[in-house]
């Protein structure tokens, strides 16, 4: 169950890679950091207080996308620009599936 919930994490951290350029245009760096708090905190409550329910679990673990996505990507944009963020989401998506 945890390896099916780790993946679960992976697979939207990676649709969330490829839609992410976008979003950098249309927001800055400052203000998606700030949004990807939310869900982050929102997820570790979840994984926290709600162990019991396999979809409140599934849910939470989606998060991930917007919590390492987010923090990781935003960071990486803001310092080496667009290429430095697909070189590591290329990185990491070929770690995950190996």
């Not at 760096?29 to 949004?35: I, R, S, T």
């Amino acid at each position: 169950m945890i390896g099916l919930m780790w993946s679960l994490g992976i697979v939207a951290e990676i649709v969330s890679f490829f839609h992410q350029a976008p979003v950098f245009r249309f927001f800055d760096v400052q203000k998606l950091m700030v949004a990807s708090l939310i869900p982050a905190v929102m997820r570790f409550l979840m994984i926290g207080y709600c162990a019991e329910s396999l979809v409140l679990l599934m849910i939470a673990h989606a998060l991930n996308a917007a919590t390492f996505g987010g923090l990781i990507l935003d960071g990486l944009w803001d310092t080496s620009g667009s290429q430095a963020v697909y070189l590591m989401a290329a990185v990491f998506s070929l770690a995950a599936t190996s």
